[in-house]
C-alpha cells in the first residue's frame, strides 16, 4: 500500500529561491500603493516618538556604498523602534547649495561663473539638485528605506532658507556674528573663502627655500653684515613679507661662515643646518633671546623695504631656522603678531590667486608660477641660500582637490570664543558611541577657529547684510535679518539677487550710523555648513512629526568636524544645548584587501549593481553583518557568503510555512506545553529575542544576525526542526503532540519573522504574507509591534535535563555516524546505541531514555553507569514501518496493516 496520501508533509507556495531582484521591486508598489508609511504615522499617532535627524546627503550624484551603508543603518534603526512600539517619522533630507553644485552647472552651461548672470545661474543649480534629488530617492527607494520621501527637507526650499535666517539672527542678536579682514583658507580655482570642515590634507610637494634678510639696524648687538636666516615653503609669499618673527625664549646666534659670512640663526638649529648646507663655522657671537633682538631692522632682500624682527610665540625651534618668514597677508600666526605690531597687511593676489597689478616682480602671474620668478630672483641677489623639495601634508580644497591659500580678505564669521565653553558643555549632556566620539568632538570645539560664514559664490543663501554707501557701515541687525526671514521663507533666496534693497528693507529704514538710505546689498552667501547645521532648527524644531532635540544622529565618523559640529554650534549659539541625545557613526567602506574605495583605483562597487545582482535585502544583511563602527569590507566573495546565509534563513521560513498548511490556531489561546522538546525550543526562541533586543537597542545589528544564523543552523536546522518532522508528518493531524507542535512552529515563525523585519524588510513581508493570520490582521509585517513572549515557566532543571540530553545526543549521533561510514547501517533510525551515562551524572530515565532516542532518531538506546561519556551503535533486529520508517519491536502486529508498527496503525484507524 503506498502510504504517502495518509502523511502530513509540508505544503506552500512560499518559493525556495527569493529571486529578490526581480520581486523586490513588487514590494514597492505594493508598499506604495497601501501607503505604508502614512499608516504607520497613523497607527502610531498616540506613541512616544522616536526621532533619527538624517544628516542630509548632497545632491549631485548617485548613491555610493557608503551612502547605502549609512541609510540602510538608519532604516534598521528606525525599523526596530518602530518594531519597539514608537512612532517613528523619517523624514530624509538634501543639501542642495554650495560650491559641487554651481561648478557642475557652470560645467553643463559651458561658462564660467563671470559670464552668466547670477538668477540664471540659481536656477541651473536648483535644475542640477533636483533632477539628483529625483534619481538618489528612487535609488535609496530601491533599498527598501522607509520614509516620507514625497516631503523631504530640502535645503534649497524658501521655508528652509527662512529657518537658516531665523538661526543667523539668533546669533547676531548674541553678539556672536562680525566682518573682519581675517587670512582665510581661500581656494583660487573655485574663487571662494573655505572653512576648515571644507579642508583636506593631502601630500604636497613644496619648494623649500632658505633667505638670507640683511640687517639694516642691529641696535649695536649684531656684527656688522649680519644676515638673519628665514625658511619658507611659500616662496610666493616673500613678496608680501613685512616681518621676521623670534620666539621670545629661544636662544639665538650669528655663526660667522666662510661661505655665506655672519648669519643669524636658532642655536638649537645651527649643527643641522650647517650639516645641510655645508657651513664651515669660524666663529659665533652671542647667544641673545629672542626677545633682546626684538626691535632690529631687516631689509627685504629684492624689494628694499624695512623688515622688523618681532616677537611671537607660534614660533619653534623644530625645523627651519627659528626665524619665522612673517607675510600677515597669508597666515592667520602671521596675522595675529602683525595685529600686535601694527604691521601691513600685504595680500598682492586678487580672487584668482593671481597678482594684482603694480606688484614688483610677479603682477600678472598665477601665484604658484611666481614661484620660480621668486627663487630666480633671490638666487640673483645672493639671497638665496639653499633650495630643497619638501614632501609634506598640505592643504587642499575639498571639492576641486587643488591646493589652497591663505588670504587676508574681509569676511564674516562666527565668533567661536564667545561660545566655546558652552559647546565644550553641551558635549557632556550627549551619548557618544563609540565612547571616544565625546573626546574628539571636545578636541574640535577646543582646537576650533571662528567660522568663516561667507562665500564668494551665488549658489547658496545670501548673507543678509547691507552696506552704508554713505559711511561704508556693514548693517547687520537680527530684527532686519528676521524680517528679510519672513521675506525669503514665501519667495525663496532668489529673490535676493532679483530685487533690489528697497524690496527687504522695512519702510523709512536707515543706516543706523549716519541715518543714510543708500543701502546697498550683500552679495556673498553662507558657507553650507550653515545650511546643513541649521536642520536642527529648520526641520527638528519645525516639524509636526519631529521633536527638539533628536533621540539620535548617524553619520560616518568623518562628520565630527563637518555636520556633528555644525548642528551643535547653531543650536548651542541659538538654544545654549545640543540639538541631539546620542550620536552614532560609522566607518568608511574598503575592497576585500582593505583599501578604500576610489574611481581612481577602479575598486568601487555601485550598491545598485549589488542590488541588480543579489536583491537589495542581501545588500542589507551586509550592512547587518557588519561591525560597522570600524571600517568595513565589501567584495562579491562576502556578498555570495552572505547570499548563502540568506538562503539558510529562507529555507527556515519555507520549512515552517510549509508545515503550517492549514494552521488555524493564529490568534487563538496557546496551549499549554507538555513536550519537553517543545518546551526547551520555545525557551530558546524566548532568550534569542531578548539578546535580539538588546543588541537591536545598542545598534549592534551584527549580533542580531549573528545569535539568528546560530538559532537557524543550530538550535532549529540542526535539531527542533529535524526532530519533530517524524511527529509532523506521521502522527494524525489533529494529535494533540502535533497540534502542540504546530502552535510552537507558529511562535517560531512569528518571533522570527517580526525579529528579521528591520534587516530584511522585503523577505520578511513576503513570509508575513504566507504566514497564517488573523482575518484582520495588519497589512504588512512592518505594522506589527515586538511580540509578546511566550511564557512557559521554564525551570533551571529543565534547562539542566535538556543541556544533559543535547550532550547525550551529541555523543549518540557520532557513534551513529561510525557505523554508518562502515555501512553497517544505511541511517540513524536502523541503529541500537549502548550509552555510557557518567556516574556523575542524575539517573537516566524512561523518560530521558524516550527523549534521546527520539532526538537521535536512532531505533533503541540501552543505557548503563560507567566512569566516561560513550556510546557504541550497531544494528536493530526490527522491521522497519513502512510508513513512519522507524524500526520497531511492533511492525505486523496487526493483520490489516502486517508493515506498519503499533503507531501508524492507530493512526490510520483513526484518518481512514
Known amino acids: 500500500m503506498d502510504y504517502r496520501p495518509t502523511l502530513q508533509l509540508p505544503k506552500t507556495s512560499f518559493p525556495m529561491k527569493g529571486n529578490l531582484p526581480a520581486k523586490e521591486p513588487e514590494w514597492l508598489a505594493a508598499w506604495a500603493a497601501q501607503g505604508l508609511y502614512q499608516a504607520q504615522r ?70 564660467s561663473q563671470h559670464q552668466i548672470d547670477p538668477v540664471a545661474l540659481r536656477k541651473e543649480c536648483a535644475a542640477v539638485a533636483r533632477h539628483y534629488i529625483g534619481l538618489m530617492t528612487q535609488e535609496f527607494q530601491r533599498l527598501g528605506i522607509l520614509g516620507d520621501w514625497e516631503h523631504p527637507y530640502i535645503t534649497m526650499s524658501p521655508e528652509y532658507e527662512g529657518a537658516e535666517l531665523e538661526v543667523f539672527a539668533a546669533m547676531v542678536e548674541k553678539g556672536l556674528i562680525y566682518r573682519d579682514l581675517k587670512p582665510v583658507y581661500w581656494c583660487p580655482h573655485c574663487e571662494t573663502a573655505l572653512a576648515e570642515g571644507e579642508i583636506e590634507y593631502h601630500n604636497h610637494r613644496s619648494r623649500a627655500i632658505y633667505v638670507a634678510f640683511p640687517v639694516k639696524e642691529s641696535r649695536g648687538l649684531l656684527p656688522a653684515e649680519t644676515r638673519a636666516v628665514i625658511w619658507t615653503t611659500t616662496p610666493w609669499t616673500i613678496p608680501a613679507n613685512v616681518a621676521i618673527a623670534l620666539h621670545p625664549d629661544i636662544l639665538y646666534h650669528v655663526v660667522e661662515t666662510k661661505e655665506f659670512g655672519a648669519l643669524l640663526v636658532a642655536v638649537d638649529l645651527t649643527e643641522t643646518l650647517a650639516q645641510k648646507m655645508g657651513w664651515t663655522i669660524v666663529g659665533t657671537y652671542g647667544p641673545w633671546p629672542g626677545r633682546e633682538l626684538e626691535g632690529v631692522i631687516t631689509t627685504h632682500p629684492y624689494l628694499g623695504h624695512d623688515v622688523p624682527l618681532i616677537l611671537g610665540d607660534h614660533v619653534t625651534s623644530e625645523s627651519g631656522t627659528g626665524l619665522v618668514h612673517t607675510a600677515p597677508g597669508h597666515g592667520m600666526e602671521d596675522f595675529e603678531a602683525g595685529r600686535q605690531y601694527h604691521l601691513s597687511v600685504v595680500q598682492p593676489l586678487n580672487d584668482q590667486g593671481i597678482y594684482v597689478d603694480g606688484t614688483p616682480l610677479v603682477a600678472g602671474l598665477f601665484y604658484q608660477d611666481a614661484n620660480a620668478v621668486v627663487i630666480d630672483k633671490l638666487q640673483e641677489v645672493g639671497a638665496l641660500l639653499l633650495e630643497e623639495p619638501l614632501e609634506h601634508q598640505y592643504a587642499h580644497c575639498w571639492r576641486c582637490k587643488n ?40 578636541q574640535m570645539v577646543e582646537n576650533r577657529q571662528d567660522w568663516c560664514l561667507s562665500r564668494q559664490r551665488v549658489w547658496g543663501v545670501p548673507i543678509p547684510a547691507f552696506y552704508c554707501q554713505s559711511c561704508h557701515t556693514a548693517v547687520l541687525d537680527a530684527p532686519l535679518i528676521r524680517h528679510i526671514a519672513g521675506i525669503i521663507s514665501q519667495e525663496g533666496a532668489d529673490s535676493w539677487w532679483q ?18 538710505r543708500d543701502l546697498v546689498q550683500e552679495h556673498d552667501i553662507f558657507d553650507v555648513w550653515l545650511d546643513s547645521g541649521s536642520s536642527q532648527a529648520a526641520v527638528l524644531a519645525g516639524h509636526r512629526h519631529l521633536k527638539w532635540p533628536a533621540d539620535l544622529v548617524l553619520e560616518g565618523n568623518d562628520q565630527y568636524r563637518g555636520w556633528f559640529n555644525s548642528l551643535l554650534t547653531t543650536a548651542v549659539a541659538a538654544k545654549d544645548q545640543a540639538p541631539y541625545h546620542m550620536v552614532l557613526t560609522h566607518g568608511m567602506v574598503l575592497d576585500k584587501s582593505g583599501q578604500e ?316
Open 499 to 516: 530685487q533690489g534693497p528697497e524690496h527687504f528693507l522695512p519702510e523709512d529704514y536707515k543706516c543706523p550710523e549716519c541715518g543714510s
Open 597 to 912: 574605495m576610489h574611481k581612481s583605483l577602479g575598486n568601487t562597487i555601485d550598491p545598485m549593481d549589488i542590488v541588480a545582482q543579489y536583491g537589495a535585502d542581501i545588500l542589507r544583511l551586509w550592512v547587518a553583518s557588519s561591525d560597522y563602527r570600524n571600517d568595513v569590507r565589501i567584495s562579491d566573495e562576502i556578498l555570495r557568503q552572505l547570499g548563502e546565509s540568506y538562503r539558510k534563513i529562507r529555507n527556515t521560513f519555507r520549512f515552517l510555512l510549509g508545515n503550517l498548511a492549514g494552521f488555524d490556531g493564529a490568534g487563538k489561546a496557546r496551549p499549554h506545553l507538555a513536550d519537553p522538546l517543545n518546551r526547551w525550543i520555545v525557551h530558546t526562541v524566548n532568550s534569542w529575542s531578548g539578546e535580539a533586543r538588546v543588541s537591536y537597542e545598542g545598534y549592534a545589528f551584527h549580533q542580531v544576525v549573528h545569535s539568528l544564523l546560530h538559532l537557524v543552523t543550530t538550535d532549529l536546522s540542526s535539531v527542533y526542526l529535524d526532530v519533530i518532522k517524524d511527529r509532523l508528518y506521521t502522527l494524525a493531524p489533529n494529535d494533540p503532540l502535533r497540534q502542540e507542535t504546530l502552535y510552537v512552529l507558529h511562535y517560531i515563525l512569528d518571533v522570527m519573522m517580526r525579529l528579521v523585519a528591520p534587516i530584511l524588510v522585503f523577505t520578511s513581508d513576503e513570509v508575513y504574507q504566507y504566514a497564517p493570520k488573523e482575518v484582520d490582521a495588519p497589512m504588512s509585517v512592518h505594522l506589527l509591534r515586538w511580540p509578546d513572549v511566550w511564557a512557559v515557566g521554564y525551570t533551571p532543571e529543565e534547562d539542566e535535563r535538556m543541556t544533559r540530553m543535547l550532550r547525550y545526543r551529541e555523543v549518540v549521533l557520532k557513534a551513529l555516524e561510525r557505523v554508518r561510514a562502515d555501512k553497517t547501517i544505511g541511517n540513524a533510525l536502523e541503529g541500537v546505541v549502548t550509552l555510557t551515562i557518567p556516574v556523575s551524572d542524575p539517573p537516566f530515565t524512561k523518560e530521558d531514555r524516550a527523549l534521546l532516542t527520539e532526538m537521535t532518531m536512532a531505533a533503541d538506546i540501552v543505557a548503563h553507569v560507567g566512569e566516561t561519556l560513550e556510546a557504541q551503535a550497531e544494528r536493530t533486529t526490527w522491521q522497519r514501518c513502512e510508513r513512519c520508517w522507524r524500526y520497531t519491536p511492533d511492525v505486523g502486529t496487526h493483520e490489516e496493516y502486517p508493515d506498519l508498527c503499533e503507531r501508524c496503525h492507530d493512526v490510520l484507524q483513526v484518518m481512514l
Open 42 to 111: 497613523e497607527q502610531r499617532a498616540h506613541d512616544e516618538k522616536f526621532v533619527l535627524h538624517d544628516g542630509p546627503p548632497y545632491a549631485n550624484g548617485d548613491i555610493h556604498t557608503g551612502t547605502a551603508l549609512n541609510k540602510i543603518l538608519k532604516d534598521m534603526i528606525n525599523r526596530y523602534w518602530t518594531l519597539a512600539g514608537y512612532d517613528v517619522a523619517y523624514v530624509p533630507g538634501w543639501d542642495t547649495h554650495g560650491l559641487p553644485i554651481e561648478m557642475r552647472a557652470l560645467k553643463q552651461l559651458g561658462v
Open 403 to 442: 591646493p589652497v591659500i591663505f588670504r587676508a580678505t574681509q569676511q564674516w564669521f562666527m565668533s567661536i570664543d564667545r561660545v566655546r565653553e558652552k559647546l565644550t558643555e553641551a558635549t557632556y549632556s550627549v551619548k557618544w558611541d563609540p565612547e571616544w566620539g565625546g573626546d574628539r568632538m571636545r
